[in-house]
């Protein structure tokens, strides 16, 4: 926290060319803020007001009001390590500028108008962020149980030996997870009613948080090249015990997005079906003028990541998958996503 502003400032500096400089307030005690970030520009110089945050959640942000874009009198800048696409989504709905230490930006001070977006923290800024996230419930196997809730809340008040079985975990590691989860209030006991799940808006960022490395990068996957990209693009891939995911599912689900990039959940023995069907290769290291097939092991069984549209993963799964890309055009798509189907 002690060289946020400082990092924060330079990184926008050498992005945007611009005359970037700040200044910490020894004064937060008695004025509320963190310091000072400024732009000038043309002679005329641009000021914001800024509130550091180790960790931005939605509940932090929840405390804004959407009119409340000062702080002080001055215009307010959020600046976090990383923001990611979900949370940035919400500030821009909320007015409010934010900045963090993986290029993201948006900055709405007339006539200063920054935005970047998309932007993924450096592997080093990355792990630190996942390992800030509690104990079991968001490490790679935490993170299949709290997919699981996410995806069937009701799980919530099935016996352990349920929720093992949904999440293809040890019972051990779900009390482990419940605990977690109970802890930071995840999970709240209604007493005869039993538990219910609580801030899933938040629960869903912290999962978002963790997915890239603690979910996506722990799964099995491959690339190939199809001898016929047509057929097996207009093929229904379920009777083969796979789906689609990533952009072509996103394409199914919001009929907004033309798939560059394609992406199929197989587990082992679908993927060798899909191998001999569709005479699929592996890509070859040096090849640029094909388009790859990623085929992805599910993290848990197929059909329980089956999603709304025959064919196609859970959307929270291809929500996850657009917002850990690096294209501007899934982020639009992401939105759609999550205002149609997760919100």
Request: charged fraction near 25%; include cysteine; aromatic fraction near 6%.
């Amino acid at each position: 926290m002690d060289t946020l502003l400082a990092e924060a400032a330079e990184l926008l500096a050498a992005t945007t060319n611009l005359n970037v400089t700040y200044t910490y307030d020894q004064e937060k005690i008695d004025r509320g803020i963190d310091g000072h970030l400024a732009i000038t520009n043309r002679q005329q110089k641009f000021t914001w007001g800024v509130e550091l945050n180790k960790r931005l959640t939605r509940q932090m942000l929840a405390k804004l009001t959407k009119g409340k874009t000062v702080l002080h009198d001055e215009k307010a800048l959020i600046i976090a390590p990383y923001i990611n696409e979900n949370i940035a989504e919400l500030c821009r709905e909320m007015q409010v500028d934010y900045l963090d230490l993986a290029g993201n930006a948006h900055l709405n001070h007339p006539p200063i108008y920054i935005d970047i977006r998309g932007r993924k923290p450096p592997p080093e800024h990355q792990i630190q962020l996942t390992r800030q996230l509690t104990g079991k419930a968001f490490q790679p196997k935490g993170m299949k149980l709290v997919m699981m809730l996410l995806l069937k809340p009701e799980l919530v008040n099935q016996p352990m030996r349920v929720l093992a079985e949904q999440a293809e975990i040890a019972l051990g590691t779900v009390k482990q997870v419940l605990d977690d989860l109970k802890q930071l209030t995840f999970i709240i006991d209604k007493g005869k009613k039993g538990g219910v799940l609580n801030e899933q808006d938040l629960l869903l960022t912290r999962w978002l948080d963790a997915y890239p490395h603690n979910m996506e990068a722990k799964l099995k996957q491959a690339l190939y090249v199809a001898q016929d990209l047509t057929e097996i693009r207009n093929t229904p891939l379920e009777p083969y015990g796979a789906l689609w995911g990533g952009e072509v599912a996103a394409d199914a689900y919001t009929h907004y997005l033309k798939p560059k990039t394609y992406q199929i959940y197989a587990d082992a023995e679908a993927h060798k079906t899909l191998l001999k069907k569709f005479r699929l290769r592996r890509l070859h290291a040096n090849e640029t003028e094909v388009t790859p097939i990623r085929v992805v092991e599910p993290p848990v069984a197929i059909e329980k990541i089956k999603g709304k549209l025959p064919g196609y993963a859970t959307p929270l799964l291809v929500y996850a998958e657009l917002l850990n890309s690096d294209d501007p055009r899934n982020l639009e798509t992401a939105k759609r996503i999550y205002n149609d189907y997760l919100a």
